[in-house]
């Protein structure tokens, strides 16, 4: 059955770089069937979509936060990253990583969460 | 403030019949497909409706989900305790490129 792990820093100071990876096991990150996304949801509040990401490399991310974001994909390892650079405390949240298969667009399958805080 | 606008809250007793609805635009629900997850207290959230009705394997009948226009709805029969959650709905926007949310609905059951 298809997992999905979220890892990296749970504290992250402001102005600094936060990186996350999701390390997907029983199944392969190298299918065309499917793209691999990040979302984050602050404390007591709704989901935002962060980005997403295909085997390929091929990446988007919301324009809210696009100048801050990059998404890496390494198929060797079976993970995928997120990295989101000049953190503030409005980026203080839990980060998800979840698999979206192309043909019902919704995303199926998520990791437990990771909780990032952002403070010096 | 969330894309997708939702009731912040909402309420049914065991047994009962309980909607939550999902307003949107025409970049979003008005030209895309609906998706409503659950969210039970401190777990990530799970997919329930895909393709605006459609029911992953696993998940009860007791949910459906509808969509008219720039606005959709999710159905919960006979309602039950495990059922307190909070649900979000979601759809594609094509304005952003990628996925919206709504704010989440809390379910409370009385």
């Known amino acids: 059955q298809l997992q999905l792990q979220e890892s990296g820093p749970g504290l992250v100071k402001p102005s600094e770089t936060l990186s996350l990876t999701c390390t997907v096991s029983g199944g392969s990150i190298s299918s065309s069937s499917y793209y691999w996304g990040w979302i984050r949801q602050p404390p007591g509040k709704g989901l935002e979509w962060i980005g997403s990401v295909h085997y390929s490399g091929n990446t988007y991310h919301n324009p809210s936060l696009k100048s801050r974001v990059t998404i890496s994909v390494d198929t060797s390892k079976n993970q995928f990253s997120l990295k989101l650079s000049s953190v503030t405390a409005a980026d203080t949240a839990v980060y998800f990583c979840?698999?979206?298969?192309?043909?019902?667009?919704?995303?199926?399958?998520w990791g437990h969460g990771t909780m990032v805080t952002v403070s010096s | 403030q969330s894309v997708l606008t939702q009731p912040p809250s909402a309420s049914g007793t065991p047994g009962q019949r309980v909607t939550i609805s999902c307003s949107g635009s025409s970049s979003n629900i008005g030209s895309n497909t609906v998706k409503w997850y659950q969210q039970l207290p401190g777990t990530a959230p799970k997919l329930l409706i895909y393709?605006?009705?459609q029911r992953p394997s696993g998940v009860p009948d007791r949910f459906s989900g509808s969509k008219s226009g720039t606005s959709a709805s999710l159905a919960i029969s006979g309602l039950q305790s495990e059922d307190e959650a909070d649900y979000y709905c979601a759809a594609w926007d094509d304005s952003l490129n990628g996925p919206v949310f709504g704010g989440g609905t809390k379910l409370t059951v009385l």
């Open positions: 393709g605006n009705n």
């Open positions: 979840a698999r979206r298969p192309t043909s019902w667009g919704a995303f199926d399958i």
